[in-house]
C-alpha cells in the first residue's frame, strides 16, 4: 500500500450535474477526512469518518454534498446539481486514530464546473 | 471558522539561504503539522508536533512547536531548487481529538538557483 488514492485526478463537468469521487485511505487507517481546496487557500475540512460512521461534517457541506464510508474502507464524496463555485480541489486524507493526528494526503480531485 | 495566521504569504530566496515561515492563532492547539505542497498534488506530511517547546527535524527542515500552544515556526536551512513549493501549517484545536485540522493560508517557497 502506497498511500491514499484518489479517483478521478481531474473532473470536468456541466453546471447541475451530479459528480461522485472515490477515496481509497492507506490500509488499516480508521479515519478518514474530505477536505477542500481553492486557489491560493489551505485546505478546508468537511467531513470525517471514524470507520463506517461519519461523525462530523462543517457547514462548509450543504444538503448537495454528501459522504460515504460504506465498509469502514474506501469513501465516496458526491456532489449533486453541481455550481460553478464548487470547482475546487477536493482532498482525502486518512490517519491510523491511535494517539497521533498524522494525517496523509491523497493527490487529490480537481473538479471544475462550466 | 478558526484561523491560522500564516506569514510570510511568499519568499524570493537565493539558492543557500535558510528559510524561516511561522503560523499564528488566538487559539490553542495540542497539534501541529507542517506540509508541503507542490502544484497540482496534495499536501505532504513534512513534521509533525505533539508537546508545547518540542523542537524537531527533519533533514534540513526544523520546526517548533511555540509554548503558548498558539504558534508554531518552520526553518528551512541552506535552502535548495527542489524546495519550491506552497509550506502549509495545519494544526488540532486543543478541544478536539478527532484529527480534523486548520490549515493556514501558506507560504509560497521560491529559490533562485
Known amino acids: 500500500d502506497t498511500g491514499v488514492s484518489q479517483d478521478p485526478r481531474h473532473k470536468i463537468t456541466k453546471r447541475g450535474q451530479n459528480v461522485t469521487f472515490r477515496c481509497d485511505p492507506i490500509?488499516?487507517?480508521?479515519?478518514l477526512y474530505w477536505y477542500r481546496q481553492t486557489l491560493g487557500q489551505g485546505p478546508e475540512f468537511l467531513t470525517y469518518?471514524?470507520?463506517?460512521?461519519?461523525?462530523?461534517k462543517s457547514r462548509l457541506l450543504s444538503d448537495r454534498f454528501s459522504a460515504e464510508r460504506p465498509k469502514g474502507s474506501f469513501s465516496t464524496l458526491e456532489i449533486q446539481r453541481t455550481e460553478q463555485g464548487d470547482s475546487a480541489m477536493y482532498l482525502c486524507?486518512?490517519?491510523?486514530?491511535?494517539?497521533?493526528?498524522?494525517?496523509?494526503f491523497g493527490q487529490g480531485t480537481r473538479l471544475t464546473v462550466v | 471558522g478558526q484561523q491560522l495566521n500564516q506569514s510570510p504569504q511568499s519568499m524570493f530566496i537565493q539558492e543557500g539561504e535558510d528559510v524561516s515561515m511561522n503560523c499564528t492563532s488566538s487559539s490553542i492547539f495540542n497539534t501541529w503539522l507542517w506540509y508541503k505542497q507542490e502544484p497540482g498534488e496534495g499536501p505532504v506530511l513534512l513534521i509533525a508536533l505533539y508537546k508545547a517547546g518540542e523542537l524537531t527535524s527533519n533533514g534540513r527542515l526544523t520546526a517548533q512547536f511555540g509554548i503558548t500552544r498558539k504558534d508554531s515556526f518552520l526553518n528551512i536551512s541552506a535552502s535548495i531548487p527542489s524546495d519550491v513549493g506552497i509550506y502549509f501549517c495545519a494544526g488540532q484545536l486543543s478541544s478536539s481529538n478527532t484529527g480534523k485540522l486548520i490549515f493556514g493560508q501558506g507560504t509560497t517557497l521560491q529559490v533562485k538557483p
Open positions: 486524507a486518512s490517519s491510523s486514530g491511535q494517539g497521533d493526528t498524522e494525517a496523509f
Open positions: 469518518f471514524q470507520n463506517e460512521a461519519q461523525l462530523e
Open positions: 490500509s488499516e487507517h480508521n479515519r
